[in-house]
């Protein structure tokens, strides 16, 4: 049984830093790509940023370039999304999701993390 929790979300001030913490259980985060979503009420979840499990992180969202950062640490089995700078725009639900680099590709959720931002 794959199981993803996230952690470390809640109510910053403008313009401090926050680090998300995504624990994996059922699956080694070393063998699958592990990516960061976040998602508004209303909205279409969003795509943040990812890790493949070779350790590329060049593929993330051209809108939060500069600002997060994407790092696992194999040994806890955890990934983590490194958000600086925080603005009130990054307020969401962020969720981690793991994805299976071999057919069929399946992908898992956690339940989500949630980040208010306030001004």
């Known amino acids: 049984q794959v199981q993803l929790v996230e952690s470390g979300g809640g109510l910053v001030q403008s313009g401090g830093p926050l680090r998300l913490s995504c624990v994996a259980s059922g699956l080694l985060i070393s063998d699958v790509a592990m990516s960061w979503y976040r998602q508004v009420p209303g909205k279409d979840r969003e795509f943040i940023i990812t890790i493949t499990s070779i350790g590329d992180r060049n593929n993330y969202s051209d809108r939060v370039k500069g600002r997060f950062a994407i790092s696992r640490d194999n040994a806890k089995n955890t990934v983590y999304l490194q958000i600086n700078d925080l603005k009130p725009e990054d307020t969401a639900m962020y969720y981690c999701?793991?994805?299976?680099?071999?057919?069929?590709?399946?992908?898992?959720w956690g339940q989500g993390t949630q980040v208010t931002v306030s001004s």
């Open positions: 999701n793991a994805k299976r680099v071999v057919a069929p590709y399946t992908a898992y």
